[in-house]
């Protein structure tokens, strides 16, 4: 297992010198003090933000006590932590408090379906999360607005559309077989979180979580990811919820996209897997929402007018 | 009783099931009248057994998906005034073109719709020149990284014509493959929104120069070949010379992601050190993507180099001549 995950992607990983000061953290729940995993590590100003593996641990080079941005720490249920990196010098565990859990709601007899957000997948071919222009992407999470014609209904499934390409693979066979390796193809391999939230009244985006389990999709063989929700029971109070993909920025799905500038020059940025499709019926409102690095919810536009909606669809109950 | 009634209906099935593929399939391509080689509107599509059926587009385009196949089903194109044409399903080959032929009672209809008007058509090129042939070794299309506008010259047979109609060859973006028979290495967008201007010609410098029509052309379909019927603009050109150009725009709609493969970062060792692997990249590129003309040089398929000069410009002011252009399918049908 990989102990650690650096904040240094491979812009500065050359700058790393072995003389340079490696501060490690380890994120635990505060009760417990249990490592807590997947969790999103951001540098607001220098815009940089790692996901952690299941062990919670993270590090920074560099001499903590003379950096002046700020760290943001914040997964699934717990609160988020806000610091200044210089506070962080001479620490090596960082606390996050459990937020209380959701209560359960009654389970419903449900009779009817109602499907949202539907569209043809083969009409799909822009996607999101790639860049913004001339600028890398910089979002943890994007989300699709739902709007049902009933409050109580209950998140059936969901599907969602991602970008992912078949890729060449060799494998060695035993040496019994003289071409020694053969080969294969398969689908770019992801993994990412889905988030269910209640409308934010004030805002009108994304609000309070409205399931407190990690939905966590993992998949190697379809662009197309079909997720049956019904077991965690998640009840939509408002007739207003989204559906939220959170990217886990970890290496596995790190890579780069390589973007013209309007100068005629190509750019390389890094974003994380998977893109997700754009709906191509157009409505007359945006509904996808972004959340950034410093933890902000607001409308989505760089894909506007032409499209209002991901590629995502929700079949609710009731 | 029953039991045999249960038999039959295994044995029915048995016999059914392996002519049915499950899972959609997509059939789409574009109808042409076979005489003019224009996109026909309004042609019904149909799957002969499973009775998926859609009508074609003003490009004579048309996509039909069908929730499942049969292996041996038909898709029958039929049109008023036109023969109707079968194709089994195993022939379907991706974007196909389907001409159909006029009725003797449509011929005689044009025969007696002729006029003294004169048409000329500059730089034709015909459906086969665009069609997709995935074995071509050799790359499809006009450079789009160009990130800029194209010109193409043409020469009317005399000044004053009327420019009537373009014919404009696109390049569906899935249908680039390295190979014959390997993935798509693009992401599939039939969406494109590019410019499409009628220039002056410069006596001087040869180059383009004044703007004398600009129209912006979204495209929300993968037919190749595009017509622009342009008759209702009244546009007429003060000289023999003249350009068409193509600007494209650097908008998410035009956006297709490229597969590349290459080193990426797998992780950071205890010593602070990167490792690598091989992994994918995504390239933007920007639609549309030209078609390039093709010929057969005896052994393989070649890019056509143009006879008429073409031009680039990344700002649509500044134009420079490309040396050896590749021959792009643009063709302008002249009135006069």
Partial sequence: ?318 | MINLNFKHLIIMLAMILPACTFGQTVYEGQVINAETEEGLMYATVTLLKTKHATSSNYQGYFRLIADYTMTNDTIVVSHVGFKTFRLPVTGYQPNIFIKLEPTSSQLAEVTVGATKVKKAVIEKFNHSDVKDLRGRAFYPTYPYNIVGSFAKEFEAPVAGTLLSVIHLGRRAAYDIPFSLMDFPRTSSNKLTRFLLHVMTHDSLSGAPVKRLFTKVVTLNDNALRITFDLTKERIVLPDKKFFIAIEWLLTPINEIVQLDIGEKVAGVKKDNSTSFEEGSRYRIIYQPILVILPQWNGSSWQPRLSKVPIWNSKDGLKWTQVVNAYDVALSATLTY
């Fill in chain 1, 1 to 318: 297992m990989k102990k650690l995950l650096t904040l240094l992607f491979i812009f500065t990983a050359s700058l790393v010198k072995a003389q340079v000061k490696k501060n490690t953290f380890h994120v635990v729940d505060s009760a417990t003090l249990k490592p807590i995993p997947a969790v999103n590590v951001s540098i607001v100003r220098a815009a940089l933000s790692i996901t952690t593996e299941k062990d919670g641990i993270f590090s920074i080079p560099g001499d903590l006590s003379t950096m002046r941005d700020t760290v943001l720490l914040y997964t699934q249920n717990y609160s988020s932590v806000k610091m200044s990196l210089f506070e962080l010098d001479g620490l090596d565990t960082i606390k996050m408090q459990k937020q209380e859990a959701i209560a359960e709601a009654a389970k419903l007899k449900l009779n009817n379906d109602t499907l949202l957000n539907n569209y043809n997948r083969f009409d799909v071919g822009n996607y999101v999360g790639l860049h913004t222009g001339n600028g890398e992407f910089k979002y943890l999470q994007i989300a699709q607005r739902f709007e049902t014609n009933r409050a109580g209904t209950v998140l059936k499934n969901i599907t969602i559309e991602r970008l992912a390409f078949y890729l060449n693979k060799f494998k060695e066979v035993p040496p019994s077989n003289k071409n020694g390796q053969y080969e294969y193809t398969e689908l770019e391999h992801t993994r990412f979180k889905v988030r269910i939230y209640d409308i934010n009244p004030v805002t009108g985006g994304p609000g309070k979580d409205l399931c407190d389990k990690v939905i966590e999709i993992k998949s190697r063989d379809d662009k197309k990811l079909a997720t049956n929700l019904t077991k965690y029971n998640i009840v939509i109070p408002n007739k207003t919820f989204f559906i939220a993909i959170e990217w886990m920025r970890d290496y596995t799905n790190m890579g780069y996209v390589h973007v013209w500038d309007k100068r005629g020059g190509a750019k390389a940025h890094t974003n994380y897997r998977p893109a997700i499709g754009l709906a191509p019926t157009t409505g007359n409102k945006l509904n996808i929402w972004a959340l950034s690095l410093n933890q902000q919810w607001s409308l989505y536009t760089y894909h506007s007018p032409d499209f209002t909606d991901l590629a995502i669809k929700a079949t609710v109950g009731y």
